[in-house]
């Protein structure tokens, strides 16, 4: 049984940056695919991008392609969501998650999540 813990998130202006981190803790972390997900209250979960559990091959959504880098570091059981050229429509919570297998895109397919992040930014 994995724990996502998030952290990270706030308030930054247009064009700023912020790094998301997500702790894990209950297993083995590196047997584990994950990724990011956003959530803007009334609409679905939305992903955002994915690692293998090497973290040799990553994934990124269209809409934040070229401005947003998932990584991961197993040594310490977390992922990293660093965001760049922040906009306004990236305003949303930002939910960790982790799956045992292969990466998937779609947030059913994921076993654990965390309990979330808020990002806003502001025009």
């Known amino acids: 049984q994995v724990q996502l813990v998030e952290s990270g998130g706030g308030l930054v202006q247009a064009g700023g940056s912020l790094t998301l981190s997500c702790a894990a803790s209950?297993?083995?972390?590196?047997?584990?695919?994950a990724a990011w997900f956003r959530q803007v209250s009334g609409k679905e979960r939305e992903y955002v991008a994915a690692?293998?559990?090497?973290?040799?091959?990553?994934y990124h959504a269209d809409p934040v392609k070229g401005r947003f880098t998932i990584s991961r570091d197993n040594d310490q059981n977390s992922v990293y969501l660093q965001m760049n050229s922040l906009k306004p429509e990236d305003t949303a919570v930002y939910y960790c998650?982790?799956?045992?297998?292969?990466?998937?895109?779609?947030?059913?397919?994921?076993?654990?999540w965390g309990q979330g992040t808020q990002v806003t930014v502001s025009s």
């Open positions: 690692i293998t559990w090497s973290g040799d091959t990553t």
């Open positions: 998650a982790a799956r045992w297998g292969v990466v998937l895109i779609t947030a059913s397919s994921y076993d654990y």
């Open positions: 209950g297993g083995t972390f590196s047997d584990y695919s």
